[in-house]
């Protein structure tokens, strides 16, 4: 492995470690996250030459915390900061690091603070725990990279001003906490995986640090069987990832994806989770999502797709949580398991003022009118999948189909 | 709050509209995108424009005023339409911006109307 990926890995590893750490004695964010950026630039620059040290960790947390010293020095912002700052300083240099507490977690409940605006909870775990800069967050969210940087340097004072406190929840207050988490972890995970392409590398990012953060949940929280659920989940979207697109690069929709494409090893993974997840016995909706991929895994040994389970698991799922993609995503299940026209009933029931620019909505209102040939609805509906379609080769799979509906009514007449 | 979306063009984008093997892919890409905005509610107003090689400048040098053909900069991509839509906020604005058939889109708020 060369240096500069060794780098990262620590980077990786001990960014939300160190800048949890040092938050704890030294509340501003903005000061611990410079000296960080200082010390790892140190480190790009002077590891290279001097080799990697025997304990990178250390180093790193020693620079930065000697830049806080510095810059405290200068800003003589208080004598008392100072001198804990100092007292600080003394631990590190007899610090066990084998016991370096991993405060990674307390970090990803302070980010997901019910005093904070819930659309800044994943920004501000990508950035604080992962330290992906806001430009690079921005992208994923279709925002302006100012006004995400401006957001989350508002999210970060507002931590600073009200003294939020970097401690786990209380038990009572825990599920509620640990639901925003998980959110947050697979809206980064989402905003990942919808560019189908990989095409933009900062999202393809985004997918493995999701991934990432469950793993650290999962193994934090073993008894958290949603956390587990979310892992499972989130890797049977992952072995998917090769057989999304065919070797033209064009968009392979789920049923027909040629399951020898699936990794098999990260499905096993995600069935592993599942497994232990179930032990539990308290069943939530990340398992019940992980459940749905899981039956659709299946194909790759059985060949065939157990619409059937897939919604009656919808069935559940929308009960407990009726979200838009789940109703959407129950109407599908039902199309499928028991025809288009049933499918059509469910989703006619949702109501019509959320569903304007919601694209799968549309998409799937257009292949069951389709099935059923209701050709002018289907007409109506894929010219709106299509517009409000943000992905080239999911718009141009769509035009396809849509194509398909004039040739088939031409030849009739 | 208005913004526009200034839908920005490239050659062979012109060129498909005169192409009469890509003018009807050409066609759809707008005419889904715009019943989409349309449908959803977002349209203020839009419009496509005519290829820059249409276009005539006016420009003002030395107190006189200069008429030259073509665009007011050359550059690889040429303004191709544009449109204001209303929506809450800058984010949702650049959702639809996202969504045109276009690779480029610059988004900006307008400011309010002259009275």
């Known amino acids: ?413 | 709050m208005h913004f526009t979306l200034m839908l920005f063009e490239s050659t062979e984008d012109f060129a498909a509209r005169q192409n009469p093997e890509k003018q009807e892919e050409y066609r759809a890409g707008w005419s889904h995108y715009v019943h989409a905005l349309r449908d959803s509610g977002v349209a203020v107003t839009g419009f496509g424009l005519h290829a820059p090689e249409t276009a005539a400048t006016v420009k003002r040098s030395d107190g006189t005023m200069h008429v030259q053909d073509g665009p007011f900069t050359e550059t690889k991509e040429q303004l191709g339409g544009i449109f204001v839509i209303d929506v809450p906020d800058l984010d949702t604005a650049l959702e639809w911006a996202a969504r045109a058939p276009v690779n480029a889109v610059e988004v900006r708020q307008n400011l309010p109307a002259m009275k």
């Open chain 1, 1 to 413: 492995m060369n240096t500069y990926r060794v780098v990262e890995h620590t980077v990786r590893d001990s960014y939300g470690r160190i800048i949890s750490f040092l938050s704890a004695d030294w509340r501003n964010l903005d000061a611990v996250e410079d000296a960080l950026a200082d010390a790892l630039v140190s480190a790009l620059e002077s590891w290279p030459k001097s080799g990697i040290p025997d304990k990178p960790e250390a180093w790193l947390l020693k620079v930065a915390k000697r830049r806080l010293i510095d810059r405290t020095r200068r800003d003589r912002i208080s004598e008392k900061a100072f001198a804990a700052l100092l007292a600080m300083s003394e631990n590190v240099q007899h610090m066990d690091f084998a016991s370096f507490p991993d405060e990674r977690l307390k970090m990803l409940f302070l980010c997901t603070h019910p005093e904070i605006d819930p659309s800044m909870h994943t920004p501000l775990m990508l950035q604080t725990v992962l330290g992906i800069d806001a430009s690079r967050i921005a992208s994923a969210f279709v925002v302006k990279p100012s006004t995400m940087g401006q957001r989350l340097t508002r999210a970060k004072a507002k931590m600073r001003s009200d003294r939020l406190t970097f401690s786990m929840p209380d038990v009572e207050e825990l599920p509620e906490r640990l639901d925003a988490v998980l959110e947050s972890v697979y809206a980064a995970y989402g905003s990942g995986w919808e560019d189908l392409g990989g095409v933009d590398p900062r999202r393809r990012g985004l997918v493995d640090e999701a991934i990432y953060l469950g793993r650290l949940l999962s193994a934090h929280m073993p008894d958290e069987s949603e956390a587990l659920g979310l892992l499972a989940l989130m890797l049977h979207c992952e072995a998917r990832q090769q057989a999304r697109r065919d070797d033209a690069g064009s968009y392979v929709p789920l049923s027909e994806q040629d399951t020898s494409r699936w990794s098999s090893s990260l499905i096993a993974e995600a069935e592993r989770c599942l497994h232990a997840a179930a032990r539990a016995n308290r069943i939530g909706r990340f398992q019940l999502m992980a459940a749905i991929q899981s039956v659709h895994a299946q194909r790759a040994r059985t060949g065939r797709t157990e619409w059937q389970e897939i919604a009656l698991l919808y069935e559940g799922l929308s009960r407990l949580s009726p979200t838009l993609g789940i109703l959407v995503g129950r109407a599908a299940a039902v199309a499928e398991a028991y025809g288009p026209r049933e499918g059509l009933t469910l989703l006619e029931a949702i109501p019509h003022a959320k569903i304007g620019s919601y694209q799968p909505y549309w998409a799937l209102a257009a292949h069951v009118h389709r099935k059923l040939e209701n050709f002018g609805e289907a007409r109506t509906a894929y010219s709106l999948a299509i517009g409000l379609c943000e992905d080239r080769s999911v718009r141009r799979f769509l035009r396809q189909r849509a194509m398909e509906i004039e040739q088939s009514t031409r030849t009739r007449t």
